[in-house]
């Protein structure tokens, strides 16, 4: 039998490695004696094990606990899914089944809405599948074929009509149809016959018994690709890992953001609210959140005007050819709501900062010797979401941007990427976020959403990864991510609970400024007029959301500088309470949020109502607290030392709220 030859590549012991191997060789037995590799990835494509290798193939393996393994693990999991429904529900037919974070859905359209019953009717039913250890096998199809087959699944034969246009169309549907030929996957038992088929790309796993741990999660309705004004249809949530040790510990996960959820801690804790009278997406800030929102603030007012920042004010409408000019109704029409007729003229909710700033750099000739120009501003934004994608503080309608651009010479673009990015991470740090890595978003060329040139987009990216990579972070790439004027770097901070959140962004952007924009322009130390380079740069992004996360991250247990009361005092009886008083008038002298409590509750009543409002530090005085000129000095956690002097409990106070540590 003939030989070819192959590279297996990203060997960790010896790196690439040539080797020959005989024709019709199978990925699957480049690693039959690897239990975790599930699919394979040859000369870049992920392929399944059933693949057939040909010549001068570069094969590198995917584990079955890495993203790629994960993804195919939960589409095939998907499969199984929708195999069972149909098993279950004759009558349902197929949408799209794609993996997402941490699990995948599919959706259906069914007669009626599946209840909690139904779920653990096709959990079972699943459960079988799985143990059959049915095989998937591919086969490609003519699109002719392909509709006859599916003749009687209404949604499958549109994503056919779509076909390469399908995953800008829909959601998820690139799963199953795309550039190229059709393909559908079989299941089929061990004696080769067919039990369930699907319209797919893949790779799935070689066979069903290929899936460890699985659960499903909950039911909802979803608009058919996204628009409501389709049909309404089932999506289920699963969630499938490569054991039941990592099942276990997502569903722990589960449990602790749930117990950390902003929304709920935002009630329970008096900080916002989303009133209906005002509109969905809309948070009004109570006392208590007001007080974080202006901490928040004060703090990233003060950052900027040391890092060199000029502080601005734009208004929240303009007409609308603003943002024709700026590219925005054009490549992001979708985001904005729509326009407003003032005086027979249309103006547009301002949905982005950066126009208004172009404006104001544009307003008088500018220099050389003037760059970099700092201008920053709290730009109170709006983005037309859809009422499905809100969620609390985290996913808005209206919210507050700390927005920065900054104009500089194309010479000064690294550097200045490099103050940004130091600025955003020691932001981050201090409000206690320390865990974070870089992701690079970049150009699809075969899009048409970008603009400007090749050799723009080039030097734009290079210039960002480069300072990316001299910060020793790990750095992801994003392809096709970018905004439309210009590559992006954002932050991506982990929380407390091991959860990723896309923080800070810093953009550079070379097409605002050009002459068929807004041409701005500075004399150069030569007498020539040049283009200036504008980066983008939000340190918060979104006030609101970064609140959200923060509640979540300390779940509501703010350290005492971000407290919204950092001091409660609590008297034994009625009698200590003007001791307390007077302490508290010490403690506000110092710039303390103090509180003293002279309800008619217990003292143990009190102190448990300070531990529920997460409240830093309690204070408490009886008859020997006052005779000794001391306190007994309580955190949150329930730690607590008697007798300590006044003196030393205002400076351990003041010191923990300037020093911004936790407590």
């Known amino acids: 039998m003939s030989e070819i030859q192959i590279v297996l590549t990203s060997q960790p012991d010896a790196g690439d490695e040539a080797r ?104 079972s039913r699943m459960r079988k599948i799985v143990k059959e250890g049915q095989k998937f096998d591919r086969r490609e199809i003519a699109d002719d074929d392909a509709r006859t087959e599916l003749a009687d699944e209404p949604y499958k034969l549109e994503l056919i009509g779509l076909k390469s246009s399908a995953g800008d169309a829909a959601e998820g549907a690139s799963v199953e149809v795309g550039d190229g030929g059709l393909t559908i996957y079989d299941n089929l038992k061990r004696d080769g016959s067919v039990v369930w ?17 699985f659960k499903l999660m909950r039911s909802a309705a979803a608009y058919w690709r ?66 974080i929102k202006r901490e928040m603030e004060d703090y990233v007012r003060r950052r900027h005007i040391e890092e060199g920042f000029e502080y601005v004010g734009t208004p929240h409408i303009a007409k609308e050819e603003l943002f024709y000019t700026s ?27 950066c126009p208004m700033h172009n404006l104001i750099y544009r307003s008088r000739g500018r220099s050389y ?41 194309p010479e000064q673009a690294p550097e200045e990427i490099r103050h940004l990015l130091k600025f955003v991470l020691s932001l981050l740090r201090d409000f206690g ?64 609970i091991g959860r990723s959140w896309q923080m800070s962004t810093i953009q550079y952007d070379f097409n605002q400024p050009s002459a068929e924009r807004f041409n701005l322009e500075y004399v150069a130390a030569d007498g020539t007029r040049q283009q200036p380079v504008m980066i983008h740069s939000a340190k918060f992004g979104s006030i609101e959301r970064f609140m959200g996360v923060l509640v979540e991250h300390y779940a509501g247990a703010f350290p005492p500088w971000l407290a919204p009361v ?24 110092e710039g303390i949020r103090v509180e003293v409590d002279n309800s008619d509750e217990r003292m143990q009543k009190k102190i448990r109502n300070a531990q529920l409002q997460k409240v830093p530090f309690m204070l ?44």
């Open 20 to 123: 020959a191997v005989e024709t019709g060789t199978k990925a699957w037995q480049l690693f039959a004696d690897t239990a975790d590799i599930i699919a394979a990835r040859v000369n870049g494509e992920l392929k399944d094990l059933a693949y057939e290798l040909g010549e001068g193939d570069r094969v590198d393996s995917v584990a079955i606990d890495s993203k790629d393994g994960r993804d195919i693990l939960r589409h095939s999991t998907a499969h199984v899914m929708a195999q069972a429904v149909q098993e279950l529900f004759p009558d349902a037919k197929l949408g799209i089944g794609p993996p997402i974070t941490d699990g995948f859905y599919y959706d259906f359209d069914v007669a009626d809405p599946f209840v909690p019953e139904d779920l653990d009717k096709i959990e």
């Open 197 to 213: 088929s699907d319209l797919c790309r893949g790779p799935h796993l070689p066979t069903t018994k290929r899936i460890p741990a």
């Open 226 to 291: 996204g628009n409501e004004k389709n049909k309404q249809l089932q999506r289920i949530y699963g969630t499938a890992w490569e054991t039941k040790e990592a099942l276990d510990e997502h569903l722990h996960r589960i449990e602790e953001a749930q117990r950390r959820d902003h929304r709920r801690l935002g009630t329970e804790l008096d900080l916002f609210s989303f009133p209906d009278e005002i509109g969905s997406g809309l948070p009004v800030f109570h006392p208590k959140g007001g007080v």
């Open 327 to 353: 590219g925005h109704l054009p490549y992001y029409g979708d985001g904005m709501f729509p326009a407003l007729d003032v005086d027979g003229n249309d103006y547009r909710l301002k949905a982005m900062n």
């Open 369 to 409: 010797r003037e760059l970099p120009l700092r201008l920053f501003e709290f730009g109170h934004v709006y983005r037309h979401e859809k009422s499905g994608v809100i969620h609390g503080l985290t996913r808005v309608r209206g919210f507050a941007q700390d927005d920065s651009h900054s104009y500089v010479t």
């Open 433 to 496: 976020l320390d865990d974070f890595y870089l992701e690079l978003s970049t150009r699809d060329a075969s899009k048409d959403k970008f603009i400007g040139s090749d050799e723009d987009w080039a030097i734009a990216t290079k210039v960002l990864e480069d300072v990316c990579l001299e910060t020793g972070l790990e750095l992801v790439p994003d392809p096709g991510g970018a905004a439309y004027y210009g590559p992006k770097v954002s932050v991506q901070a982990r929380d407390a």
């Open 566 to 589: 950092q001091v409660v005092g609590i008297p034994v009886a009625e009698r200590h309470a003007d001791y307390l008083e007077e302490l508290a008038k010490r403690l506000k002298a």
């Open 620 to 663: 408490i005085a009886g008859d020997d607290d006052i005779e000794g000129g001391a306190v007994s000095f309580r955190y949150r956690s329930g730690e607590q030392e008697n007798g300590v002097a006044i003196d030393d409990a205002v400076a351990r106070i003041v010191e923990a709220v300037k020093a911004r540590v936790q407590v």
